[in-house]
């Protein structure tokens, strides 16, 4: 398998669950990236991990978290979510951090959360 | 306001018209993307750029630094280019992208 890949791509949770997502890349890359799309909105980074060190936290609520075991696999870690935090989650990967833009990201699918 | 603007917001075409989409930004920037995204919501980087104008196939990206704007162009549009067309920009020696809300795009038979 190749490319970036997120499992699963449709999660229906309550919000007093705690559940998981997965992402894995396949390109050797250094760097990964978790995006939440919201309807309307633009895409809002929520957190960067480069090798392996989480490097970025965009403001994100504590029941979001992120774990990076190693430069392939990405986590996001849910739990007491709230229904506003319904949304398009995607992972990608770059070869190093964007540092000035020179890098271009490869994105995954997607996991298409609902909270109830 | 958002520091990235795109325009439109939706727009629908005719197979074979040709199309553009712009992108106006506020910051200093090292480089801007353009990404599409298909129904589903995968994306897919389409360019990156800092200067000038990149073609790839029927679609064409130009930028002009001075004016902060830059264009996707789709010649001889076809269905399959149906998606949603997202522009996002890296400032300065920031290292995260920062997205405008994208292009919705319709092309029709």
């Known amino acids: 398998e190749t490319g970036v890949t997120q499992t699963p791509r449709h999660l229906v949770m309550g919000m007093t669950n705690k559940k998981s997502l997965k992402c894995e890349q396949h390109?050797?890359?250094?760097?990964m990236y978790w995006y939440k799309q919201s309807a309307k909105k633009p895409l809002e980074l929520m957190f960067v991990?480069?090798?392996?060190?989480?490097?970025e936290n965009n403001s994100v609520p504590s029941r979001f978290s992120p774990e990076c075991p190693n430069s392939s696999h990405l986590f996001l870690h849910l739990h007491t979510l709230q229904p506003e935090d319904s949304a398009l989650y995607l992972c990608?990967?770059?070869?190093?951090?964007?540092?000035?833009?020179?890098?271009?990201?490869?994105f995954g699918p997607g996991t298409r959360l609902t909270v109830l | 306001k958002n520091e990235v603007e795109q325009s439109p917001q939706n727009l629908t075409a005719q197979e074979g018209e040709f199309i553009t989409i712009n992108c106006s930004y506020s910051v200093g920037i090292s480089a801007l993307h353009w990404l599409q995204q298909h129904p589903g919501g995968g994306i897919v980087s389409l360019f990156m750029?800092?200067?000038g104008k990149k073609k790839h196939g029927r679609l064409i990206a130009t930028i002009n630094i001075q004016e902060k704007h830059s264009s996707l162009h789709i010649t001889a549009s076809h269905p399959r280019d149906s998606a949603v067309y997202i522009c996002a920009v890296i400032a300065g020696t920031a290292s995260k992208l920062t997205f405008g809300t994208g292009t919705r795009l319709q092309v029709t038979l």
């Open positions: 990608a990967s770059s070869q190093d951090r964007l540092a000035g833009g020179r890098d271009t990201q490869y």
């Open positions: 390109l050797g890359h250094n760097a």
């Open positions: 991990y480069s090798l392996e060190e989480r490097v």
């Open positions: 750029l800092s200067s």
